[in-house]
């Protein structure tokens, strides 16, 4: 009997759902706690994360979600206009879609920016906010990189150019973060610095599945975010202090190697959350949940379970 109830539990809940044009899917058993994870972007999709972390996490016991933002990623939409309340309505939709009233929120990258806003806007929807790899302040992140780059690249007349022009470019633009992106890369600040077996392994299976070949990036997703949403560049520290007022749990993670935070972001993040709901993961950088994924998913299993 248990067997069969196990092979039902798949057929049920591993289906892809589309919610008008957004992609969706879940895993695990409906009846335990949610997850929903938020991709990064913009220009993003969460198809790393679910080929990689997606079932694992939900053997721990959690009914994790996925989906890409409209415009992004598998939810292709000509007519996305890539704003916060947009991926706000969204993501309403995927709690409408599977009879959700409240989930825990797994953010990365700037999806860490969407899951705050929300949860400020939301608070009765979210059970708790995990910030991984998340942007909270970005332009504190964009000078850190940009001070640094002048540092690697003091040898490079051409770089220190390039540099140049992008510190003078207006800050509220595509082009601005796509520069200070482009920089960090050149500077491995994405990269893991020392690859393990097991990450070695989980990124050679990634490669090889239906995942990795579908992980489109809509390159316009940027574009229109910049001239369509007001809110650009933002710091949500103030927002997140008011969130945790509101009696929900913020937890976050962090890469030890994510050169994208300074060492004053992650000691006020810390200082936000408290330091027994803070973690610094060694030997890792910005895509934690493959670089160390026993490590992230134990602390993120662990926190849900016990919430406080």
Known sequence: MKKLLFIVS??????????QTIYSKAYGNSKNPAVIFIHGGPSGNSNLFEGTTAKTLANKGFYVIVYDRRGEGRSKDENAVMTFDESFNDLNQIYKTYNISKANILAHSFGGIAATLYTAKFPKKVSSLVLAGALFSQQETYDHILKNAVAYF??????????????????????????????????????????????????????????YKTAV?????????????????????SILREIKA????????????????????LADMQQITDKNNFKILNNCSHYLFV????DFINFVSNKLKHKG
């Open 154 to 211: 003091k040898n490079d007349t051409s770089k220190l150019s390039q540099i140049k022009k992008i510190e003078n470019l207006n800050k509220s633009t595509a082009e601005y973060r796509k520069g200070c992106y482009d920089i960090a890369s050149e500077m491995n600040y994405f990269v893991m610095p020392k690859p393990t077996k097991e990450s070695t392994a989980l990124r050679n299976q990634y490669e090889k599945s239906i995942f």
């Open 246 to 265: 509101e009696k929900i749990p913020v937890y976050a993670i962090y890469g030890k190697n994510d050169g994208i935070f300074s060492e004053k972001q």
């Open 217 to 237: 990036k809509n390159a316009e997703s940027p574009i229109k975010f910049y001239k369509n949403e007001s809110k650009k560049n933002i710091d949500t520290k």
């Open 10 to 19: 798949l057929v049920l809940f591993s289906v892809p759902i589309f919610a």
């Open 291 to 294: 670089d160390q994924q026993n």
